[in-house]
């Protein structure tokens, strides 16, 4: 696997992205071929999709003289994040249509073609060639551990691919093998039994 940083145009926020190899991977009762993929090597951060939903890249003349033909979240009523916390805490209570409008925003501002993970993709990354992890604590933020609060990205052990936070802490959006939206891997209010690789949760 490699890696590189990837700093948002215009901006000092960057994020790392990791090369996962190819593989196969069993979903549901469907084996699937991966081909080598990049992935954020933790869960989009506030500080990343900021930028986005509050037009941060832009300066107060763009804002107002420049039509922005990219389709960006409504301010919000009340703090998006819960009051659980802001910088290098993960995204959450996005909409899948927010998540693909951001890769969207993200390919335009940088160039390179960014787009959500496939579930197999995710599914495969968050094994990464290994069962599941038996001590979960070590690895994820779910209800027994977690406060009843997100936390921090990477303040978990990672997985052997160096990815942070695939199961438990934020849920990730992802494309099915359908092509709709799903919910992988749970979140911090799951119980240990109920996060993991395999855990998929849909909302309309």
Not at 28 to 53: H, L, M, P, Q, Y
Not at 197 to 202: P, T, V
Request: net charge negative; aromatic share 12%; charged share 30%.
């Amino acid at each position: 696997t490699g890696a590189y940083e990837e700093k948002i145009p215009g901006t000092l926020v960057s994020f790392t992205m990791v090369k996962v190899p190819a593989g196969k991977v069993k979903v549901g009762d469907k084996e699937v071929e991966v081909k080598s993929f990049w992935i954020e090597r933790t869960e989009t951060t506030w500080d990343e999709f900021d930028i986005f939903a509050f037009k941060l890249d832009l300066t107060e003349k763009e804002k107002v003289e420049v039509a922005d033909a990219k389709s960006r979240p409504s301010n919000p009523y009340g703090a998006p994040d819960r009051g659980y916390g802001h910088h290098q805490y993960p995204a959450i209570s996005l909409t899948y249509h927010s998540a693909q409008e951001y890769c969207k925003w993200l390919s335009a501002k940088t160039g390179k073609k960014y787009r959500l993970p496939t579930e197999a993709e995710w599914q495969y990354a968050c094994q990464a060639s290994s069962a599941e992890p038996t001590e979960k604590a070590k690895v994820a933020w779910y209800d027994e551990n977690a406060d009843d609060k997100i936390h921090p990205v990477a303040k978990k052990e990672p997985n052997a691919w160096g990815l942070y936070d695939m199961i438990g802490n934020a849920g990730e959006w992802c494309t099915d093998l359908q092509g709709k939206g799903v919910l992988c891997g749970g979140m911090f209010l799951d119980a240990a039994e109920d996060i993991g690789s395999a855990r998929r949760a849909y909302y309309q």
